[in-house]
T-cell receptor, first 117, second 114 residues
Framework: AQKVTQAQTEISVVEKEDVTLDCVYE???????LFWYKQPPSGELVFLIR??????QNEISGRYSWNFQKSTSSFNFTITASQVVDSAVYFCALSEAGSSNTGKLIFGQGTTLQVKP | DAGVTQSPTHLIKTRGQQVTLRCSPK?????VSWYQQALGQGPQFIFQ???????QRGNFPDRFSGHQFPNYSSELNVNALLLGDSALYLCASRARGWADEKLFFGSGTQLSVL
């Protein structure tokens, strides 16, 4: 069965600190997608990144970076020089590849990030 | 370009009642998925609709049903409401096909069952 674990329930940092959000997943599929979403207080899930299982290259987008390691089934997310606006709940998610399946995401429990000024 | 829109934003019902939630997908999207997010939890997949049929279903009882209309909008119906049905209900849409696997989410409907 597919499963996503975000062991960190809450993280609190001071502005400008770097912070890493951990994500560990389980799947028997050889082809799958991994996602990170941000959920601000408004409730809408905001897409941050999608990575497929064949692409282990790390990715950097501005202050955000992602480290995908198949050997440890991890897909960690780092925010560099955090800002108060980064405060939100962050979800890691997993889906099977295939157009009939990708409406279904398996989400982790989420990590609440609080960035203090 | 409007994103995914959901209505109503908040709803209060009592146990045993029935509720209908509505979703309009993002322009150009033909597939709609529904998720239930209990307080402090990650969203859980309820079901997915495209071509006006339920295509995939999560581990939810038959009290949860849905519909998709020819304009791709969708409804989620929940019968015989239980206290445990209190949650944020999220709708997500996407365009089917290998080229675009990204889901866009609405802001949700907060359902409270008293």
């Amino acid at each position: 069965a597919q499963k996503v674990t975000q062991a960190q329930t809450e993280i609190s940092v001071v502005e400008k600190e770097d912070v890493t959000l951990d994500c560990v997943y389980e799947t028997r599929d050889t082809t799958y997608y991994l996602f990170w979403y941000k959920q601000p207080p408004s409730g809408e899930l905001v897409f941050l990144i999608r990575r497929n299982s064949f692409d282990e290259q790390n990715e950097i987008s501005g202050r955000y970076s992602w480290n995908f390691q198949k050997s440890t089934s991890s897909f960690n997310f780092t925010i560099t020089a955090s800002q108060v606006v980064d405060s939100a709940v962050y979800f890691c998610a997993l889906s099977e590849a295939g157009s009939s399946n990708t409406g279904k995401l398996i989400f982790g429990q989420g990590t609440t990030l609080q960035v203090k000024p | 370009d409007a994103g995914v829109t959901q209505s109503p934003t908040h709803l209060i019902k009592t146990r045993g009642q029935q509720v209908t939630l509505r979703c309009s997908p993002k322009s150009g999207h033909d597939t709609v998925s529904w998720y239930q997010q209990a307080l402090g939890q990650g969203p859980q997949f309820i079901f997915q609709y495209y071509e006006e049929e339920e295509r995939q279903r999560g581990n939810f009882p038959d009290r949860f049903s849905g519909h998709q209309f020819p304009n791709y909008s969708s409804e989620l119906n929940v019968n015989a409401l239980l206290l445990g049905d209190s949650a944020l209900y999220l709708c997500a849409s996407r365009a089917r096909g290998w080229a675009d696997e990204k889901l866009f989410f609405g802001s949700g409907t907060q359902l409270s069952v008293l």
